[in-house]
């Protein structure tokens, strides 16, 4: 069996990684001879990694590899970055080729970006022969919705789920934004979170992190019992939110008096970046002095103020969200992680796609305005008591998928049953 995995963007790596462990344990326990008299003689499964190029950059890329472990691509696009039309076309242009010359059975898509939507697309519509065959799709992290088509990730998983054949739910909302668009559930599977998996494996490797020391939250290293003082995280990236200079100020000025009490950590994301400079904005009012390029500094010991620092690498940031007295964010999957470390967040968005953060988990959606920013942050900040963990978020999500993925592959070539569009219900 021949699987092709597709990452693109930085929220891609973590929930990839562990479908290649899980794909590799499989490999070994045939290799080993571990499998049943019993069961169907299991295939080996051949795997090619793909990234689009979506993103580039050692900071929102290339650092991920190397803390997840991640093969080496056997196919990178060189993609980069471009409007959204011209962004998924070259994706798709490109990716054409590299189907046609795998033909490949399954092709796993994640999340919700381009890179998504555009690979997703071109295997609904390619044709290996004359019968119309191609492979089955497989997009994990099916059935978010936010209700908000003005966000351009609410239809990337929108058009990415009704092509799919096989639909991986993290959560239960999935299951039901699913059958009410009328996705027969026969094709639905509610396996948990992959991005949750790559959390409880590497969530004790990141205390090797120094990124506190670096930041002037710890003095000295964790081992000798240091402290880390209380500090803020925050991430925002949305064009909705850092695109109009007005609503990021109304953002910002929600935070100043968190920034008053404590260090807010702002690891700044390239668009947002390009915004605090289009928009002459001085952040570095407080008394910590970050430079605006970016570098890290180290100061003697953080004081309060907001503290810019380039994109972090995953393990910088799991140990930053891991000591945060409270985080801050526009991000969907740091909503979910922070309701599996038990984390107050604090959503700078006028809904989520991610419901079971707000019902069981840690996560207060609060919006962009200045008020209720700064009423949430108050409210989580004196919030006490633990979050449900959701069904499923066990660290096996990855391990159901593979299982899944080669039940459905034996079953489609018993049947020997070419697969072409089928209808919604
Ligand atoms: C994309 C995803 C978003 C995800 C986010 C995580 C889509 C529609 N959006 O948004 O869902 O939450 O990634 O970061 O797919 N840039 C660099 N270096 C890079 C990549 C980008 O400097 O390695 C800059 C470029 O100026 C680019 C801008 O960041 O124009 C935005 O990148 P893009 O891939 O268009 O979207 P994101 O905002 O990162």
Known sequence: MKILTIVGARPNFMKVAPIIVAINKHNGRIAA????RSESSPETIQHVLVHTGQHYDDLMSGSF???????????????????????????????????????????????DVNSTIGCALVTSKISFDSSGSRPMIAHVEAGLRSFDRSMPEEINRIVTDHVSDLLFVTEH???????????????????????????????DKAEESTICEKLGLRKGRAENGNPVRPYALLTLHRPSNVDSRDGFLSIL???????KEVPVIFPVHPRTRQRIKEFG?????????????????????AGAGIMLTDPLGYLDFLCLMKHAAIVVTDSGGI?????????????VRDNTER????????????????????????????????????KNWDGR???????????AHSARNSSHQPLVPQSCV
């Open 33 to 36: 001879g571990a499998f049943e």
């Open 65 to 111: 590899f190397n803390d997840l472990n991640l093969p080496k691509p056997d196919v990178h696009l060189g993609v980069g970055s471009g409007s959204h039309a011209a962004q998924t076309a070259e994706i798709m242009k490109k990716f054409e080729e590299v189907l046609l010359a795998e033909k490949p059975d399954a092709v796993i898509v994640v999340g």
């Open 173 to 203: 909302s999935g299951l039901q934004n699913l059958h009410k668009e009328g996705i027969s559930l026969g094709r639905v599977h509610l396996v948990g979170n992959t991005m949750i998996d790559s959390l409880l494996t590497f969530k």
């Open 253 to 259: 000025a929600g935070l100043e008096e968190l920034a």
């Open 281 to 301: 904005l001085d952040l570095h009012a407080g008394p910590i002095a970050a430079k605006s390029n970016g570098n890290l500094e180290t100061p003697e010991y």
């Open 335 to 347: 909503q979910e992680e922070t309701t599996c470390l038990g984390i107050p967040c604090v959503t």
């Open 355 to 390: 419901p079971v953060t707000v019902e069981s988990g840690t996560n207060v959606i609060a919006g962009t305005k200045k008020e209720k920013v700064q009423e949430a942050i108050r409210r989580q900040m004196r919030r006490t008591g633990s979050a449900a963990m959701p």
């Open 397 to 407: 999500a990855a391990a159901r998928i593979v299982d899944i993925l080669i039940q």
